[in-house]
């Protein structure tokens, strides 16, 4: 067993460490947005650590289970988890350590994608109205938002020359601040508007209501309950993580300033301060993403159904005058 | 047992074929006899094809010829070459042939007693016998006659429920485009004799044929299989054709014969042509976009199963020519790596598409074998009536969703690396082609799975909407067995797809002389190197700086799948640790407060593809009409709302053409066919006089 050297070893437990960390934080960053949405309405709000209350009681909960439903509905909760965290295991955290699992980006995204069908299908499976409805509008978004998140990954990949995640990230450190560069700007926004509509936020879906005019990803989840519906909340909050993930390391690489503070002598060991400091400032990206998504929902409101496509269009072209800039500017 | 080459599989596939016609016949009196006898040589054969063309494959040779006779006819050669390209698709044909001849032996016993299974059966084994040759001819006008002999038989196979009016129809149109194609075939192969006075399917070199003389021929080859191929604008007969056939034939039609267009394709403008001109590939790419995006809306808004089936297909087709459009863009930039990506895409989009396509019209069939309607708004719930059929169909249609770890996403992952490959590569008027059809690619793949998610939604989950879908039965053993093989294939070639990459190589080989393995051997295809593709194209320059990396697992279907399977184990664990054992209630759906929950509170089809029909509504010529009867407006006693969806193709090219056609034709029988025998002696004269002068100038 030549293939599992000590390298590999090393950076297989890294990478479960990150993707522990991603499962951990997931429940987080909608406690974060919960909570700057209620303070913006001078309410007091619900705790930030709220969702880990709540999937904690959701999963002693007894479960109720429709009558029509078939094995559909009850094993989508479990390929849904299972297809969102094996997606989670494709996005490193940090830089530092290199990774030992390579994952494409379109792998993860027709990943999310395995659970989207499955997802679409037990809303289907009960028979109920909503359930239609939401798979319905859902198929619509998700087919509009599908080519902008496409141009985007290719334009940010091209100069990596590869779709695999962590490579990509590891070049992104190169541009330097990304958010400087004309290509990258211009991406970065369309990836905004790709993670409001792909997470069910403000201003494509609203996150907070039972309404049969607004709701699509809650249409869907209606009817479960304990813990599956603890499943499916948390595969979302899971999902909702990897796409913040993936818009920091991306567009705001931090690795290299600790790795400048700390040694950066090559092949050295990196001191467990530097990995900490990583961490944290990974953190902090986050924290910071969730405001901005906090904000952009306080000061929206949900889009008219069909204004999402105008919405869609407008991360295309975001991203196509950045795929565009790209052969303009020179690499 | 070493003397068995692929030349004696070749002619025992042949041969066992022969006799399932014959046996047809023979046994044509006792219907369960001849069905049996005739599938059981069927499926020899197509073992004997499968060997035989894997065979080749590995053997190392790079084509056999076999001749059985030699023709009389001057001009005429009946021989026939496998080559690593025609081997390829030999073996598409005959795993679909195998599963399609174990499915038929169910299927057709609701026919027994009250058709001529005789004749059928017939038909069936000329058909498969009819591409076969199609496959292998070496020689134009041979793979002319056997491409007609495959478009009467397979016209004869649709219409063999010829009653019906409306297969009738989907019959006249289907034979009708058909034989424009060939019309626009029988020409460029003309040309051909022209150029090289030689009917030889050997690559000509570029200065036998002028310039010009390529162009016209490569139009003319292109409108020929595109039609085949049923690629927008030229696919109106898909629609119509594929709903009216049998099931079995349908998913032999869908699955194999109209890829006979891209092997024609391949052979004939590929190989034959050479690669000259940009605009080819440009052409091909643009088609294929069109067809991809417009196939799958239509498919989207169709609420006949088998409709939905053929206009996904025009789809499929069309993510096939968008490789073939960017392979044969790559070769005229000398590209010959991501040529061969591409065409590795497209050939292996071509294999993916047969087994899934292949299983889930065979599926429809069985669910029209079971509810006698093929329409989804009857249906409803089968999932529990048959269980079975719906594993089958789900997996089919996760596959055709291209979601991970089934083997559509392998296709398309390949698709998109290699228009990744040649964006990178490229220069820059050419790259907003490719990343458009990218992006294309992408709004196709996101449809197609919510195209699916509706067609197995709709028919096979929530409550049945009609009394046939209550009363639905699981279908015979032997139709399940050949739609499971169909879907467990599907499984197996995306979690292993290094053996059909391997397979499919061998034949990219023979038409671009350059592999795509050395590159894909890195990517995810392999276990455990990540793909780089600065690395690994020489012809594509990167100024990113690159480290090597080590060697670290790359996430494949395989990783994936294994993965996904470990964490669903991980949630069961950690769910039964900290939340106990689990405890469930049945109880009905949320029923908005009304007494119960009935089938007609459900979504239809046809709701659940509405918004993209609004946001789309550019394409769709859709006319309501809604109907009330009763005096009071707002409590009217009944209501009745048609939607008819037309094809904008039909209503603005098609109708007018037919109908420009038959008024001058009209106008001219007055003009010309006046009736009068001096005016036809005059025309006779005027002829006879041009055709001297023609002869003394030449």
């Given at each position: ?7 590999l ?12 960390l991603?499962?951990?934080l ?5 406690g ?9 309405q001078k ?6 650590l709220q ?5 904690w ?9 429709s009558?029509t439903?078939?094995w ?11 297809a ?5 295991f494709?996005?490193?955290v ?5 990774s ?13 994608a ?6 679409c ?5 009960t028979?109920?109205?909503f ?9 619509m ?5 599908e080519?902008?998140l ?5 334009t ?12 990509m ?5 190169a ?6 560069h ?31 005019l607004t ?8 009817e479960?309950?304990?813990?599956q519906l603890?499943?499916?909340e ?31 002598g090559?092949?050295?060991a990196?001191?467990?301060?530097v990995?900490a400091?990583?961490?944290?400032l990974?953190i ?7 405001l ?17 496509p105008n919405l869609?269009?407008?991360s295309?072209?975001l ?6 800039q ?6 | 047992m070493d003397d068995i080459t ?10 066992l ?7 047809a ?13 005739s599938?059981v040589?069927?499926?020899a ?13 590995f053997?190392?040779q ?5 001749s ?5 006819i001057?001009?005429?050669?009946i ?7 025609s081997?390829l698709?030999?073996l598409?044909l ?8 174990i499915?038929s032996?169910g ?15 017939f038909?069936?084994?000329?058909f ?11 020689h134009?006008?041979f793979?002319?006659m056997?491409?007609e002999i ?11 429920e ?5 297969t ?9 485009m ?15 004799f ?6 030889a399917?050997?690559?000509v070199?570029?200065?036998?044929i002028?310039e010009?003389?390529r ?8 409108v ?5 191929a ?6 109106i ?11 079995n ?6 699955g194999?014969?109209?890829k ?11 190989f ?13 790419l643009?088609?294929?976009?069109i067809?991809?995006v417009?196939?799958v ?6 609420q006949?199963?088998k ?13 096939i ?17 991501v ?5 590795t895409a497209a050939?292996?989009h071509c ?10 019209f065979l ?5 029209h ?7 989804m708004?009857e ?6 009536k048959?269980?079975v059929t ?13 979601v ?6 392998i296709?398309e992952?390949l ?7 040649s ?5 820059a008027?050419m ?5 458009l059809s ?8 996101a ?15 929530g409550?049945?909407?009609s ?41 990219v080989v023979?038409?671009?002389?350059a592999?795509?393995e050395p ?5 995810f ?5 990540p ?5 690994l194209?020489?012809e594509v320059?990167?100024s990113?700086?690159?480290?090597a990396?080590?060697a ?5 279907p ?12 991980a949630a ?5 640790l900290?939340?106990?054992a689990y405890?469930e ?6 029923d908005?407060?009304f007494?119960e929950?009935?089938?007609r509170?459900?979504?239809?089809g046809?709701?659940?593809?509405k918004?993209i ?5 550019i ?16 409590h009217?006693?009944a209501?009745e709302?048609?939607i ?12 007018p ?7 001058w ?5 007055f003009?010309i066919?006046?009736g009068?025998?001096?005016t036809?002696?005059l025309?006779?004269?005027?002829a006879?006089?041009v ?8």
């Open positions: 067993m030549s293939f599992f050297t000590a390298d070893i090393s950076g297989l437990i890294s990478n479960f460490i990150q993707f522990l991603i499962l951990l997931a429940p987080l960053s909608g974060i947005i919960k909570k700057v949405k209620a303070l913006s309410r007091k709000g619900a705790p930030v969702m880990y209350f709540d999937l009681k959701l999963i002693r909960k007894e479960s109720v289970v009558d439903a078939s559909i509905f009850k094993a989508t909760p479990y390929i849904v988890f299972a969102t965290a094996a997606a989670a494709m996005v490193p940090t830089t530092l350590v290199p030992a699992i390579s994952g494409d980006l379109l792998l993860l995204i027709y990943l999310l395995l659970g989207r069908f499955f997802m299908l037990s809303a289907l499976d028979g109920s109205t359930g239609g409805m939401g798979a319905s509008r859902e198929a978004i998700s087919a509009l938002i080519p902008s496409l141009v985007s990954i290719f940010v990949g091209l100069i990596s020359g590869t779709t695999a995640v962590d490579q990230m590891n070049t992104m450190k541009v330097g601040v990304p958010l400087l004309p290509v990258y700007i211009l991406c970065f926004f369309a990836m905004i508007i790709i993670i409001l509509a792909e997470t069910s936020r403000i201003p494509v879906d609203d996150p907070a209501t039972h309404l049969e709701m699509v990803h809650e249409a869907m989840i209606l479960y309950s304990g813990r603890a499943l499916m948390y595969s979302a909050a899971i999902k909702q993580l990897i796409f913040l993930t993936l818009l920091v390391n991306l567009f705001l690489p931090t690795d290299q300033l600790v790795s400048l503070a700390g040694i950066s090559a092949g050295a990196i001191p467990a301060v990995i400091a990583a961490l944290a990974y902090l990206k986050i924290i910071l993403a969730s901005v998504i906090a904000i952009t929902e306080i000061s929206t409101v949900k889009f008219r159904f069909f204004s999402i869609a269009a407008l295309f072209i991203a196509f005058l950045g795929f565009l790209y052969f303009v500017l020179g690499r | 692929p030349e004696h599989l070749l002619y025992g596939s042949i041969l074929y022969l006799a399932a016609a014959f046996a016949i023979l046994f044509s009196r006792s219907h369960k006899l001849c069905t049996i006898w599938q040589l069927c499926i054969g197509a073992a004997a094809g499968t060997a035989s063309s894997v065979a080749l494959l053997s190392g790079e084509s056999i010829t076999i059985p006779f030699e023709a009389s001057p001009y005429l050669s021989s026939m070459t496998l080559d690593h390209l081997a698709f030999l598409i005959s795993i679909l042939t195998f599963c399609v001849s499915y032996i299927y057709l016993s609701h026919y027994h007693g009250k058709r001529n299974i005789g004749l059928f059966q038909l069936y084994a000329s498969i016998l009819s591409m076969i040759l199609v496959f292998t001819a070496n134009a006008i793979f002319f056997a491409w495959m478009a009467v038989v397979s016209y004869f196979l649709v219409v063999f010829s009653e019906k009016e409306e009738r129809k989907a019959g006249l149109i289907y034979v009708v058909t034989h424009l194609g060939s019309a626009f075939l029988l020409m460029a192969i003309m040309l051909m022209y150029y090289t006075n030689s009917f399917l050997t690559p070199s570029l200065d036998q002028p010009s003389g162009n016209i021929m490569f139009l003319l080859f292109l020929g299989f595109a039609t085949k049923g690629v927008i604008p030229l696919h007969w898909l629609p119509y054709a594929h709903p009216a056939a049998p099931g034939v349908s998913s032999l039609m869908s194999i014969m109209i006979t267009a891209v092997y024609g394709l391949l052979r004939f403008v590929f034959y042509l050479g690669v000259s001109s940009p605009w080819w590939g440009v052409l091909i643009l088609l294929g976009v067809s991809a417009l196939g809306l239509y498919a989207y808004i169709e006949n199963m409709k939905l089936l053929a206009y996904s297909s025009i789809e499929n087709m069309g993510i020519f968008i490789g073939l459009g960017v392979g044969f863009l790559a070769l005229t930039q000398e590209k010959q790596t040529a061969a990506l591409a065409l050939l292996l294999f993916n598409h047969t087994l899934f396509k292949g299983g889930l599926s429809v069939g069985s669910v074998y079971a509810t006698h309607t093929k329409n708004e249906l409803g719930g089968l999932i529990k048959m269980p719906a594993v089958f169909f789900l997996c089919c249609s996760l596959s055709i969703a291209a991970v770890p089934f083997n559509g996403f296709g992952w698709t998109y690396q290699s228009i990744f490959a964006i990178a590569s490229g220069n008027a790259n907003i082609t490719l990343i990218a992006a294309a690619l992408a709004l196709t793949g449809l197609a799975a919510a195209c699916f998610i509706k067609l197995f939604g709709i028919s096979f989950l409550l049945p909407r009394e046939q879908a209550a009363q639905a039965k699981e279908v015979p053993f032997s139709m399940n067995l050949g739609t499971g093989v169909l879907a467990t294939l599907c499984l197996l070639a995306g979690l292993f797809p290094q053996t059909m990459i391997a397979l499919i190589d061998r034949a023979s038409v671009v002389k592999s795509a590159i894909l051997r890195g990517s295809l392999d276990l455990y190197r793909i780089n593709f600065s690395a194209l020489p320059s990167f990113g700086s690159m480290t990396k080590p670290g697992i790359i996430a494949a395989l990783v994936a799948a294994i993965a996904m399977i470990l964490l669903v184990l069961l664990l950690v769910l039964r900290f939340g106990g405890r209630r049945r109880y009905g759906t949320w908005c407060g007494k929950l009935n089938p509170m459900q979504y239809t046809t709701a659940f593809s918004p029909k609004i946001v789309f509504k394409f769709f010529r859709t006319s309501k009409d809604l109907k009330r009867s009763g005096d009071d407006f707002y009217p006693k209501m709302y048609t008819v969806n037309e094809s904008p193709f039909e209503k603005y090219f098609y109708i053409l037919l109908a420009w056609i038959t008024n034709s009209r106008r001219l029988k003009m066919q006046t009068s025998v001096h036809y002696l025309y006779i004269f005027v006879v006089l055709l001297m002068l023609y002869n003394r100038m030449v």
